[in-house]
């Protein structure tokens, strides 16, 4: 008998789970679902993230529900929109053969007006982020007296993220008698003392230990010195061969900026931060999805929800301000059972904050050193035969070119041709780690040179350094497409070195506007700039070249100071990605590009 049957889970949802790849319960499932499916009782689960939560509550609640009403009887609060979307999507998919079964998502960043027309046609269950129900609330467009459960998931998240107040007045507008489930990976004292408010005699579960992390994770971290971040960053990515990330950092710009140096240096990264509007959120997301960015930057607040299979490592390249918060990070990889890699750069100041988290979470760290030179190299030549190993081979295809390949190839002997074929991508990390410095320090160093300047100060130096301008041998150039084109920097940057065809490495700092752009070019690359851009145009409209004069005054009086100039933009059609074969080499797979050292493409 199937073990979701035997929990008294009926038999049109199991089906539907079953076809999911659901097998058997997990720990927080098995002992959430008997206690929920009785309806009786509030409820504090807690369990770490990635262990089957969504479900741990959605099966029972779909059981509750009584889908011949079309009123609301459900509200789940969580977080953030990336959250919500996905507890919807699967709560959609586990009602898949339940008739009448409605479930609406409400989230900031999008049509309100949209999710207030699905509302109004008839819903059980509102899954919802506390700033946009509040919206509705308020509008008068939802009725909650007949509301029966309410789900708080991720509860330490949305305390942290000031949602208390929120809350407070969106379960202010449902009825007392409604039963609260609350779930959440950590159980800090505000998590503790709203359970006690709006809680009657909660039947409290935990999986494992409260506060701990997934017991498939490993826990490393690397000491070194502020200034050398980046370069060790680069090197543990490039020793990872098979990497597919999230990297963490603390803020919005720490976010940008690290994804932009990534796409720069020919890595396939984007950023996921606040600032991107719904619409590039999503895009970002989707390309992560199908693996086709092997490192995701973001911020805390925007990756919270994000459940993609297989993560294999979690990078803190900056540690969380909140210790807590670090339980959260590394739970976005080892999830449903799989093994993970949570990674934390630092340096000697930061050792104490890792003793804190240690005793957090119950685990130890594992001191790590950043790999040398030729281990990266080694590591990638066997990726490289590991691939040749294994690459699919599509005989009808490649038949008609074998004999003239052969024939091109028959003075080479077979160790010739295996040398050229690993030395085809094994050069580009030869030249380029041959002289590389070791980068680890011992914890009884002090740093001596960083001792007065920590981790965000030179961090922001090098990068100030890196993106200064006209001074050292760039020109400051304008494009008349900017935010309200959907591009973000990363975007931008491979648009233009798309359409330019020059390297990454020749781009300085990008300055975003509404409606236009300023970007940085050295300058043997200006010239470069204006042939590619003679004949481009977005979306019918002709896409601008010149050169600026003066400093942006977009911010004072709403005009910005642009020289006459240089100006290119004859009219020709060309699609989003460049119009040409360059605007698709984006590589596909991931593991196609593993940190190599070359120019940077994109998909744009």
Known sequence: MNPFLELGIRHEIVNAITELGFEKPSPIQEKAIPVLLT???DFVGLAQTGTGKTAAFGLPLLEQIDFSQKHPQALILCPTRELCLQISKDLEKYAKYLDDARVVAVYGGA??????????????????TPGRMLDIINRNAIDFSSISYVVLDEADEMLNMGFQEDINNILSETPENKKTWLFSATMPKEVRRIAQKYMVDPVELTVGTKNTGNANIEHQYYLIKARDKYAAF??????Y???FGIVFCRTKIETQEIAEALIK???NADSLHGDLSQQQRDKVMKRYRERNLQLLIATDVAARGIDVNDVTHVINFSLPDEVENYTHRSGRTARAGKTGISISLINVKELGKIRRIEKIIGKTFEKKQVPQGGEVCEKQLFAIVDKINHVSVNDDQISPYMPAIVESLQDLSKEDIIKRFASLEFNRFLDYYQNAPDLNIDARESGRGDRERGDRGRDRDR??????SASTGYTRLFINLGAVDEFSRGDMLGFICNNANIPGKSVGKIDMKGVFTFFEVQDHDVENVFQGFKAVDFNGRQVRIERSSGEDRSDRGGRSSRGGGDRYGKSHSRDRRGGSDRGRSYNKDFRDFSGKRRESKSRY
Request: hydrophobic residues 30%; aromatic residues 6%.
């Open 463 to 468: 990068d100030r350094d890196r993106s200064r």
């Open 39 to 41: 309806g009786n009782d």
């Open 241 to 243: 061969p098979e990497i």
């Open 111 to 128: 049509n309100i007006s949209d999710q207030l027309r699905q509302i109004r046609r008839g819903v059980q269950i509102v899954v919802a």
């Open 265 to 267: 240096d020919g890595y």
């Open 234 to 239: 680069k090197r543990i990515v490039d020793y």
